[in-house]
């Protein structure tokens, strides 16, 4: 993507995992950038964490007004890990459909949905495709998925492109830091029995495919990801290995983790404490695959993943380290 082309771009969940990552690369090409956030200390405190400057960045209040002079935006903020099925709709629905609201007509929209928002691979496949029916098994994913419908509904004319991410990998990261941390410890574990597949995406490669996206002539829901899929012994022992720790997984029966699952959302402070482990969460542990297929975004764009699954985790335990958090 040419990014001088972008004059201004709106960003939201600018201090959020992709948001600050998306910025970096926004700052770099001297684009204008404006970040509609709740709280604009936390936004300077990552603009000064990431060496960039606090005027870079316009920062805007969270509840939008109607906006001008806006060419581009990225919509990345959403609610990943919550309580209730409401909390989820509240921001990836209503907030996001009241940011698309506010922006100029003729902006360009990139909106970051998310692999939930069709579910697991289907039974018998290797991955799933744009052409098989959505069925999201969690609130996380319906929430994605109404965003997707409402968004086709309301803006037939916009020019809103949607991609639908898989896990995604990298510095600046916070969920991923309970796997480092089990996986500089002797004894790791996993759920279930059997291997269980997944895609993932280098966080460098999301925001290749945002700025890709741009250009894109059709409006998606689109599948990004790695070509190959990941194991999640794969995944651990990747982990342990950036850490430069051993040790031994072992696989739990996912009896044992249904039963944990039930527990932590009897108990108020776990659930605060191990968002992914609700019992609506936890659904996405249950099934064998979560793989996806990106073909149609490649064909459509010319985008192509860069980064390999050793490089985005070392990249994540990196940023976690030099900034004190392992
Ligand atoms: N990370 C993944 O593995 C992954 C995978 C697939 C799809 N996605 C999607 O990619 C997008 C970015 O994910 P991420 O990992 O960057 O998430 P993240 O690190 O949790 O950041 C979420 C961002 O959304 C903002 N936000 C949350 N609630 C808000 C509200 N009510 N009003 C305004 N801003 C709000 C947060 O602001 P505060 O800092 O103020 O909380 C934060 O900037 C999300 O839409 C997510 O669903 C992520």
């Not at 495709?129 to 609130?139: G, K, Q, R, S, V």
């Not at 249904?258 to 404490?273: F, G």
């Amino acid at each position: 993507m040419i990014l001088h082309a972008v004059e201004s771009l709106l960003v939201t969940g600018a201090t959020g995992f992709v948001g600050r990552n998306l910025i970096l690369r926004a700052a770099a090409c001297g684009t204008k950038i404006h970040a509609p956030v709740r709280n604009p200390d936390k936004l300077s405190a990552c603009l000064a964490e990431d060496g960039l400057p606090r005027e870079g960045v316009n920062a805007l209040p969270a509840e939008p007004a109607k906006w001008s002079g806006i060419s581009h935006a990225v919509l990345c903020a959403g609610v990943l890990f919550a309580r209730t099925r409401e909390e989820y709709f509240s921001v990836n629905v209503e907030w996001t459909l009241r940011i698309l609201r506010a922006l100029p007509r003729e902006c360009r929209v990139v909106l970051l949905s998310s692999q939930s928002a069709g579910g697991p691979t289907p039974a018998g496949r290797t991955a799933r495709t744009e052409a098989d029916p959505d069925c999201p098994i969690t609130w996380y994913g319906e929430s994605k998925r109404v965003l997707e419908q409402s968004v086709a509904r309301e803006f037939p004319d916009r020019r809103i492109t949607i991609l639908r991410p898989p896990m995604i990998l990298g510095a600046r990261d916070s969920a991923t830091l309970p796997l480092f941390k089990m996986a500089r410890g002797l004894v790791r574990t996993k759920p279930g029995l059997r291997r269980k597949w997944f895609s993932y995406l280098a966080v460098d490669d999301v925001v290749d495919a945002a700025f890709a996206s741009f250009e894109c002539p059709r409006p998606g829901p689109f599948y990004i990801a790695a070509t190959d899929p990941i194991s999640d012994v794969e995944l651990i022992a990747s982990a342990a290995r950036a850490t430069g720790s051993r040790g031994i997984t072992l696989r739990l029966p996912l009896l044992f983790i249904r039963a944990l699952a039930a527990l932590v959302d009897a108990v108020p402070p776990w659930r605060e404490s191990v968002p992914s482990l609700t019992r609506d969460r936890a659904r996405e542990i249950w099934p064998d695959r979560w793989v996806v297929d990106a073909s149609a975004f490649r064909s459509a764009t010319g985008w192509n993943h860069r980064i390999g699954l050793e490089e985005a985790l070392q990249s994540a335990y990196g940023h976690y380290s030099s900034t004190g958090r392992l």
